[in-house]
């Protein structure tokens, strides 16, 4: 069965310093992979999405970046982290076949002081 | 462009009772549609979709759902609530046509008191 690894779980770090968010699944290939945000348990903001190795298609202009390494591998990244940058982190997996659900990892609770 | 609401903001219920939670949706096509469920901290739980075929769908933790094309609405229901179903629910919608994307509600919180 597929599973979904997100880390870490929560994480606080100061203003200006970088970022770096992993998510990697397991036991499927060629997922497509996103990353949301979700400000203050509410809605989900899509911030990143790749349908394959290398491609990564951006959804808001913003302070962090996206990287897909590896087919299972996505990572989320800023270089200098700024107070609004403080939410909860989601990454989730899908296929590409019709109907198929969004599957979330855990979360990261990024709060940044 | 495709778009997801949520009327309610957040819905009181008493355990044992019936519950609803309502969404409708806006999309160019046959949409396929979604319900999940938050628990504090944790990510989104898939609990049922609709794709096609009978407009009532039946899900996880004896959930199901209400496909209507003409309200374009896909009401969560659950015959008899449990205290343990308060959580944030969200309703989304990913069009065919477009393939990639997933646009979700903005939430709806439930809350089951005894």
């Known amino acids: 069965s597929q599973t979904i690894h997100q880390w870490p779980a929560t994480l606080v770090q100061p203003v200006g310093s970088p970022l770096s968010l992993e998510c990697t699944v397991e036991?499927?290939?060629?997922?497509?992979l996103y990353w949301y945000r979700q400000a203050a348990g509410r809605g989900l903001q899509l911030l990143f999405y790749?349908?394959?190795?290398?491609?990564i298609s951006s959804e808001v202009p913003q302070n962090l970046s996206a990287s897909r390494p590896q087919d299972r591998q996505f990572i989320l990244s800023s270089k200098k982290l700024l107070l609004s940058d403080s939410g909860f982190y989601l990454c989730a997996w899908s296929l590409t076949g019709e109907g198929t659900p969004l599957h979330f990892g855990n979360g990261t609770r990024l709060t940044v002081t | 462009a495709q778009s997801v609401a949520q009327p309610e903001d957040q819905v009181n219920v008493a355990e044992g009772n019936p519950l609803t939670v309502k969404c409708t949706y806006s999309v160019s096509g046959n949409p396929y549609l979604f319900w999940y469920v938050q628990y504090p901290n944790r990510g989104l739980q898939f609990l049922l979709k609709y794709i096609t075929g009978d407009n009532l769908v039946k899900g996880s933790y004896g959930f199901e759902a209400e496909f209507n094309k003409s309200q374009t609405s896909f009401h969560l229901k659950k015959p008899s609530a449990l205290v343990s179903d308060s959580a944030l629910y969200f309703c989304?919608?990913?069009?065919?046509?477009?393939?990639?994307?997933?646009?979700f509600g903005p939430g709806t919180r439930l809350s089951v008191l005894p």
């Open positions: 036991g499927t290939s060629n997922p497509n």
């Open positions: 989304a919608v990913r069009d065919p046509l477009t393939g990639q994307n997933f646009v």
């Open positions: 790749s349908v394959g190795i290398g491609q």
